[in-house]
């Protein structure tokens, strides 16, 4: 639950930057605009047709943040993937802290964020 709750509040913020929508568009013409799968986007519910990474990708590419925190987002990213599908891995209770701890105090609470 975190982290949707992290990625719904990194695609409102997007959205409610000025200029946010442009500049996350922009950055996927950039870099996604060649392939066949491409999608403009126009307005906040068009981040939900990109892949997570693609989005968290794009989020440094148009500078909502940084390098070190899209390494975070990654990270975090793939814990969830690890966890969310049929892997058999089970993270200890540290681990768990980390996460939520990490995302709470370095995304949610805006620290990390540009916009």
Known sequence: ???AATVAHLHTKAGN???G???FESANSARYGSS???REIRKTDD???LKESQF????EDAGMYNKTARKLLDERLDLRN????P???EPGRGEVVIFIESLLRNILSGSMLNW
């Open 17 to 19: 930057h000025g200029g």
């Open 56 to 59: 968290i990708q794009l989020g």
């Open 87 to 89: 892997t058999g891995y």
């Open 47 to 49: 981040f939900m047709y």
């Open 36 to 38: 066949k799968n491409y």
């Open 82 to 85: 690890r966890c969310g599908h």
């Open 21 to 23: 929508i442009k500049a």
């Open 1 to 3: 639950m975190v982290w």
